[in-house]
């Protein structure tokens, strides 16, 4: 009987082994199931993934680039219209420089009657000879009239129509027409007389001839309109001495002039319809 219960407990025993051992494999055989099925899906995943991947970051790069580009175009177009601003502004702060130039001007000629213009048009194969301003013969202008701008003497009219005149300017060097009778005022009082005869391009100077060669003359000295021509009325200024010297032949004094006037970019100028206190005549 004892025999029996042991063989029995024995039996027992085996079979909750077997169980235990049978449920433990089965545990892990599932396990290493679930592993091999996760791990096949993770790879096969990664393989088509990767290339899908790839495109993703291919469009987001020229998605990017574009964005960059049209961002670069809009700054440009800003950066452009910017300098366009600035260019307007400095031309602009220009021109009133040169409208207050005018205005000092008028207030100047207080023995004369200005009238102030605008210059319309300057040729540029002929922009140091001649310019076309916007007054003419229905605002009293004529030909041979004075004309100034910035604070000396430019040159004088040569053709008038009812709106506009042409004008022969100092700096000409292709013709006669635009000398002038001038006069040095000297330091000691006196003054010499000569003509306005020419212009020097290298150096900038007008050109006056036929001074008296024992008057003192020195760098500095005003020079101005004489009158004596009977054209130009007296004492508008021209520019002053920038030096002075005998001419090839000794009889005279030769003197360089630094021009009073604007010469190159002139937009503004002032006719003297009217000098009171000069002898004008009117060919």
């Known amino acids: 009987m004892f025999n029996n219960k042991k063989l029995i407990g024995v039996l027992i025993a085996s079979i909750a082994i077997v169980s235990l051992v049978s449920y433990s494999l089965f545990n892990s055989t599932s ?26 970051r291919f469009v987001n790069s020229v998605d990017n680039l574009v964005n960059t580009f049209e961002e670069n175009q809009y700054l440009k177009q800003r950066i452009d219209q910017v300098n366009e601003m600035q260019v307007r502004i400095a031309d602009l702060e220009v021109e009133n420089e040169k409208m207050r130039q005018e205005l000092n001007l008028t207030e100047t000629l207080s023995e004369f009657e200005p009238l102030s213009a605008t210059v319309i048009s300057r040729s540029p194969d002929q922009w140091m000879e001649t310019l076309v301003i916007n007054v003419g013969s229905n605002d009293g202008v004529r030909k041979d009239l004075a004309v100034m701008s910035g604070n000396g003497l430019i040159g004088r009219v040569i053709e008038v129509t009812p709106n506009s005149s042409k004008v022969l300017l ?59 021509g009977g054209v130009t009325p007296s004492t508008l200024l021209i520019g002053e001495v920038a030096s002075a010297q005998m001419d090839d032949y000794g009889l005279f004094q030769t003197v360089n002039i630094l021009p009073a006037g604007e010469m190159t970019d002139i937009r503004f100028v002032t006719v003297i319809l009217v000098g009171e206190r000069s002898e004008v005549s009117e060919d």
């Open 170 to 228: 100092l700096t000409s060097e292709q013709s006669n027409e635009g000398v002038v009778s001038a006069r040095v005022q000297t330091e000691s009082g006196t003054s010499a007389n000569g003509i306005v005869s020419s212009y020097d391009p290298k150096t900038k100077n007008y050109i006056m001839t036929q001074v008296d060669p024992d008057a003192e003359i020195k760098a500095g000295d005003m020079v101005i309109t004489s009158g004596l």
């Open 31 to 56: 396990n290493l199931v679930t592993t091999s099925v996760n791990e096949t899906s993770s790879w096969a995943g990664r393989i088509f993934s990767e290339p899908v991947n790839m495109v993703v």
